[in-house]
């Protein structure tokens, strides 16, 4: 066989032996992005959820709803809120 | 920032289908167990630095992707550590094309790891000696030589893919 058909031939086995099909490339896609790329996701989600903090505080009318989030935040009323770019503690009403 | 993550992630989409098929492809040729695994941390270490590697042409993002791999897969088993989380295995190829693909496997280990990706390059993605160079940090001649000594030594162990009635 020439080079030339050689190469033909070796370069038609490899894309046929070796190039994925489409089912593989999703298959290995979906499996990166649902694996490597969900720490990055559920960041993104955070962040998301912490640029709607003042809003879901405000939210927050009910005392228990308020204890609930100061727990889990772990903020005092007063300075701490300030820390936190709130202007004042309107935004959790006690 | 939705809008933001959203754009970044379909660009990210389509950098990653343009060069899994080859990437993959290497990562098997140097370690068929780990080709999953090197594939995967290899497109993670893309994704951290896409900021900077998108605004890279193709040649130089490719250059990249395979430096990364190589890096990777010569320390594997020390970066290995346990993973919990449960993978879906790739579907197995239908059975001829699964032969073609072991048969082309025990072909590329009969060849070191260089030449590995020459002809991984050459005939998988139909690259050119001088692509080829750039992307492995070769000079084109050393690629047309080492090209011309593998061709005979796969043509070899892969006479029996060869046409009816031709002799590799």
Redesign the interface.
């Known amino acids: 066989?020439r080079?030339h058909d050689?190469?033909a031939?070796?370069?038609d086995?490899?894309?046929?032996?070796?190039?994925?099909?489409r089912?593989?490339?999703d298959?290995?896609?979906?499996?990166?992005?649902t694996?490597?790329?969900g720490e990055?996701q559920a960041w993104?989600a955070f962040?998301?959820v912490m640029?709607r903090l003042p809003e879901l505080l405000d939210l927050a009318t009910r005392p228990a709803v308020t204890r609930t989030l100061r727990h889990a935040l772990g903020i005092e009323v007063g300075p701490a809120g300030a820390r936190l770019g709130f202007t004042g503690m309107s935004h959790i009403r006690a | 920032m939705r809008f933001y993550q959203r754009d970044a992630m379909s660009d990210f989409e389509a950098f990653y289908r343009a060069n899994v098929r080859l990437i993959y492809a290497l990562a098997r040729a140097r370690n068929a167990a780990e080709a999953e695994d090197l594939t995967q941390e290899t497109f993670l270490r893309a994704w951290q630095h896409f900021g900077r590697l998108s605004r890279a042409e193709p040649p130089a993002q490719r250059a990249w992707l395979v430096r990364t791999l190589r890096n990777l897969a010569t320390d594997v088993w020390r970066r290995q550590r346990a993973d919990p989380v449960w993978r879906e295995p790739l579907p197995e190829p239908e059975s001829d094309r699964a032969d073609l693909r072991a048969d082309l496997q025990h072909a590329l280990e009969t060849l070191d790891g260089h030449d590995r990706e020459i002809v991984t390059m050459r005939y998988l993605e139909e690259m050119n000696s001088r692509e080829i160079g750039e992307a492995l940090g070769l000079p084109e001649g050393t690629v047309r030589r080492r090209l011309a000594e593998c061709r005979g030594v796969l043509a070899q162990h892969l006479s029996q893919w060869a046409p009816k009635g031709e002799t590799p």
């Open positions: 066989m080079s050689l190469d031939h070796l370069a086995l490899f894309q046929r032996g070796l190039a994925l099909t089912q593989e490339e298959a290995l896609w979906n499996r990166f992005r694996t490597s790329l990055p993104a962040c998301r640029t």
